[in-house]
C-alpha cells in the first residue's frame, strides 16, 4: 500500500500542474480586440488546441487607407508555448507565420506575451498583448474562437 501511496502522490502533483497551465491557454483562447486611433486590431488567440494558433487583422480607418496608405493584415502564425507563470497569468510563446518553420535554436523566434488581467471578481478579465519590438495591445473580449 505504501508503494501505491508513494506512486501516486507525484503523478497527482503533476496532474494538478498540467490543469493550471491548461487552464490558462483556455481562458486566453478567443477572438480579442483593441481598437485605437489608426485603425482595429483583431487577435485570434488558438492555445487550447494541440496545434497553437494565434492570428492579426488589422483593418486601418478609412482616413489611414487614404492618406497614409496603410493596409489591411490578415497573418496567421503558428505557436510554440516557451513558458507559463501562473503566479502572474503570463504565457509568453514563440511565433513563427504559417508555412514557414521555427527558427533553430528556437530562442531566434520572436517571443511575444499575454497577460491576464483580473478585476474585482475573479471571473472577469482582460488581457494585454506585448510583441518582441515592446508594443503594447490592451485587449477586450469579443467571442469565443
Avoid at 486590431?41 to 492555445?47: A, G, I, K, R, W
Amino acid at each position: 500500500m505504501k508503494k501505491l501511496i508513494f506512486f501516486l502522490i507525484p503523478l497527482i502533483l503533476l496532474g494538478c500542474g498540467e490543469s493550471g497551465e491548461r487552464d490558462i491557454l483556455r481562458d486566453v483562447t478567443g477572438v480579442w480586440s483593441a481598437k485605437t486611433y489608426d485603425g482595429t486590431t483583431v487577435f485570434e488567440v488558438n492555445f487550447d488546441d494541440s496545434v497553437k494558433t494565434f492570428r492579426l487583422i488589422y483593418s486601418p480607418t478609412d482616413y489611414n487607407k487614404k492618406w497614409e496608405n496603410e493596409i489591411d493584415i490578415d497573418d496567421l502564425y503558428d505557436v510554440s508555448i516557451k513558458n507559463i507563470e501562473k503566479r502572474n497569468n503570463i504565457v509568453s510563446f514563440y511565433l513563427t507565420k504559417r508555412g514557414e518553420s521555427f527558427k533553430e535554436p528556437i530562442r531566434e523566434n520572436p517571443i511575444w506575451t499575454i497577460r491576464q488581467h483580473f478585476g474585482w471578481n475573479d471571473d472577469e478579465y482582460t488581457i494585454s498583448l506585448t510583441t518582441h519590438k515592446g508594443d503594447n495591445y490592451d485587449l477586450g473580449w469579443v467571442r469565443d474562437y
